[in-house]
């Protein structure tokens, strides 16, 4: 079983950067891959980067490549999700998910979810 809590969202101008956070506990959680999805209001929820607790492994949609970085401290449990220049359509409730095994950007293969943080971004 893998908890996660999400924190660090808010309203923020375009051009500017926020920094979530997310914090995770459970057992053996070097076994699992973490993700930061984005749900924005009548949009599918859409996978921003993904990152190995055990590894260096980075992966990001070309919408955010460049501007999101996602990383981890492990001595913390935490991953964390800085985002820059932020764009209006940067705009959703972001959310930490949990999965074993392969990469993927499929929300439906990640076991675990945070409760999600909001981020707006005004033009």
């Known amino acids: 079983q893998v908890q996660l809590v999400e924190s660090g969202g808010g309203l923020v101008q375009a051009g500017g950067s926020l920094r979530l956070s997310c914090a995770a506990s459970g057992r053996t959680l070097s076994d699992y891959l973490m993700g930061w999805f984005r749900q924005a209001p009548g949009k599918e929820r859409e996978f921003v980067a993904g990152?190995?607790?055990?590894?260096?492994?980075?992966n990001y949609p070309d919408s955010v490549k460049g501007r999101f970085t996602i990383s981890r401290d492990n001595a913390k449990n935490t991953v964390y999700l800085q985002m820059n220049n932020l764009k209006s359509e940067d705009t959703a409730v972001y959310y930490c998910?949990?999965?074993?095994?392969?990469?993927?950007?499929?929300?439906?293969?990640?076991?675990?979810w945070g409760q999600g943080t909001q981020v707006t971004v005004s033009s």
């Open positions: 990152i190995r607790w055990s590894g260096n492994s980075l």
């Open positions: 998910a949990a999965k074993r095994g392969l990469f993927g950007r499929d929300p439906a293969g990640y076991n675990y």
